[in-house]
């Protein structure tokens, strides 16, 4: 494939004006050569707009929002002291540019600050200190139990990091190349790309925990309030936001960013009371690390969504 020609995605839903958006947003995407799933529903209506929802997708770091769900509701429940001290050590911590990953020295905090550095910065150091608490098989076994459909948690942050580095000699760029030509091909050289062994969302799903979360209908409501309260202090906002920014709008959400994977996850609130769940799940058909324009395209498709949502 080449710019202009990604591949268009089957399963538009909508009905209506709503299923107009969702075609709409398609024709952007596949004119700037990027392929992926989007859905955006009204917590409160059930009205939704999207396509591709049922493709399961590489997270990336949008895999944070379940851990730390899972890391609350242990909180919630006194199995888990959110006072806890834990030593991270750049030495021997998980690769990132953000928060501790990006430290030199070892550090020691407590519990909930590796979650409030892993949700807000989308600290990889902090996520894996909390894999190293609650491992990644009792992570995934506690959403099946929660029935979260679609959602399975695989590995380890910095085990992307590894597959790639370990695929590429650790040239990065050639990694990025690869990605993108896999992604044509469906034979995956780096293991976390490829859906059967990686970390792995659909938008369906991932709309559905989102939804369940703001409705306290998933864990321990104690456990909900804190994530919605942490995922409101993300820094990042070229994404979803980027087009969303007014006084009397709310977005709380999680990006996700791998080599040609961008992604976004959230919920937009309005002071009228319209809640809009959204998953944006992209690949980019090019081999850049900087790609503005597909956040912006992100950022367009979730106004253009809450606005024919909202009416």
Not at 23 to 35: C, K, M, P, Q
Not at 138 to 163: K, P, Q, S, T
Not at 263 to 279: C, N
Request: proline share 4%; net charge negative.
């Amino acid at each position: 494939m080449t710019e202009g020609t990604a591949h268009r995605p089957e399963g538009i839903c909508g009905e209506g004006h709503l299923r107009e958006v969702a075609e709409g947003i398609v024709g952007d995407w596949t004119a700037l050569g990027v392929s992926g799933a989007f859905l955006a529903r009204d917590i409160d209506t059930g009205e939704q707009l999207g396509f591709a929802i049922e493709e399961p997708v590489p997270l990336a770091s949008v895999v944070k929002v379940p851990l730390a769900l899972v890391m609350l509701d242990l909180i919630a429940n006194g199995d888990l002291d959110a006072a806890r001290p834990v030593t991270v050590d750049p030495a021997t911590s998980s690769v990132g540019p953000t928060g501790i990953a990006a430290f030199r020295h070892p550090a020691t905090v407590a519990v909930g600050d590796l979650l409030l550095l892993m949700l807000s910065v989308s600290d990889n150091a902090a996520a894996d200190a909390l894999f190293d608490l609650v491992p990644v098989a009792d992570v995934d076994a506690r959403l099946r139990a929660w029935d979260c459909a679609g959602i399975h948690v695989r590995h380890r942050l910095n085990h992307m990091y590894e597959c790639a580095a370990g695929a590429t000699g650790n040239d990065f760029s050639l990694a990025l190349e690869l990605a993108v030509r896999d992604e044509r091909t469906q034979h995956h050289t780096i293991r976390t790309l490829d859906p059967a062994h990686a970390n792995t969302g659909t938008a369906s799903g991932l709309v559905a925990l989102l939804e369940r979360v703001w409705r306290d209908e998933v864990a321990q409501p104690r456990a909900t309030a804190e994530l919605r309260r942490l995922m409101g202090h993300q820094v990042f906002t070229q994404r979803l936001a980027s087009e969303l920014r007014t006084d009397s709008l709310r977005l709380s959400g999680k990006t996700g960013t791998f080599l040609h994977l961008r992604h976004e996850i959230g919920v937009v609130e309005a002071d009228s009371g319209t809640r809009v769940a959204m998953a944006a799940l992209t690949r980019a058909d090019r081999r850049a690390a900087q790609a503005p324009d597909i956040d912006l395209a992100i950022g367009i498709a979730a106004r253009q969504a809450f606005e024919a949502l909202r009416t």
